[in-house]
């Protein structure tokens, strides 16, 4: 598949996933506002989602992919050596942060929404709602990698389309919790989570014809493995900047009543055209 069929399947399932992405937002907007109930929400799902960002996304890829591509081209079985390396210490490292975080939500609500603190209701709210989405970081991270391995292999379509899952899982809860008359922020939140091991059963289902995951704790850090993380650190590092920056705008608008979902709204508007585009083409050139 060349570049520009690559990069059009891509950006079809990335643009039906961002015009589902803004129906979802259109409908939180109309359920929620900009109430505390949307912005306890919004720093629940801006928490896992940061991470994902941080590590799962951009970084991740572009660490992980060339190096996969690489053995690849030399030897399959010395690249699923590698990659299972790489599966065990991704399950390990995001199974022991996400469970220091569900202990310690509090604290993380207070680094990054310190405003809170002055509504203990929407505090209360922000913390029991983060420990619901917080696994999300978990399945999508592992999805990610699944996702990675199929892009190896050129195979775009399905990675690209996976996203699509959350958006219509979360539009479908919002609808389901005013038929049920039940919360809808604590249905949003349950949602997120669920759609994150959807999203990673899906793309475990596509990806088996390639790659087999094998879980175990005898993993063995070689010099392609530290390799693999002394390009991963820089990338995380440049795909830091712009999580900081929004992390920075969460806390400062978390002083202010609905200042959070105004910011998180504004940022869904900004983020259409780069995903679109931009990483669109990124990552279909990735496997090059």
């Known amino acids: 598949m060349n570049l520009i069929a690559s990069t059009s399947t891509f950006s079809f399932f990335t643009l039906i996933s961002r015009i589902l992405g803004y129906v979802r937002d259109i409908l ?12 306890a929400f919004f720093v629940a799902f801006r928490l896992p989602n ?3 960002r941080l ?26 050596h590698f990659a299972r390396n790489v599966f065990n210490l991704l399950f390990i490292i995001l199974l022991f942060f996400v469970l220091v975080a569900e202990i310690f939500m509090p604290q993380l609500i207070y ?16 913390v029991n709602l983060s420990r619901i989405t917080f696994p999300f970081l978990f399945f999508v991270c592992l999805a990610s990698f699944f996702a990675a391995i199929l892009n190896s292999y050129n195979k775009f379509a399905a990675a690209a389309a996976a996203p699509i899952i959350l958006n219509i899982i979360l539009i479908g809860s919002l609808f389901l919790s005013q038929r049920l008359n039940i919360s ?3 249905t949003l939140s349950y949602a997120v989570s669920f759609a994150g ?44 900047v712009t999580q900081i920056n929004i992390l920075v705008g969460t806390i400062i608008a978390s002083f202010q009543a609905g200042a959070v979902s105004y910011l998180y709204y504004a940022d869904r508007v ?9 990483i669109a083409v990124g990552t279909v050139m990735l496997p090059e």
């Open 28 to 39: 939180i907007a109309i359920f929620l506002g900009t109430s505390l109930f949307a912005d």
């Open 50 to 52: 940061t991470f994902r």
């Open 184 to 186: 809808d922020v604590t």
């Open 197 to 240: 091991l959807l999203q990673l059963l899906i793309l475990l289902f596509f990806v088996r014809k390639n790659f087999i995951p094998i879980l175990t704790l005898k993993i063995k850090i070689d010099e392609k493995i530290k390799f693999f993380f002394r390009k991963l650190l820089p990338s995380i590092f440049s795909s830091g």
């Open 111 to 126: 680094l990054i929404a310190p405003g809170f603190y002055k509504d203990p209701e929407k505090l209360e709210l922000a």
């Open 270 to 278: 900004y983020q259409i055209n780069l995903a679109v585009a931009g």
């Open 55 to 80: 590590f799962a996304e951009g970084a991740f890829n572009a660490a992980f992919i060339p190096s996969y591509a690489s053995e690849l081209a030399q030897d399959k079985e010395q690249a699923d």
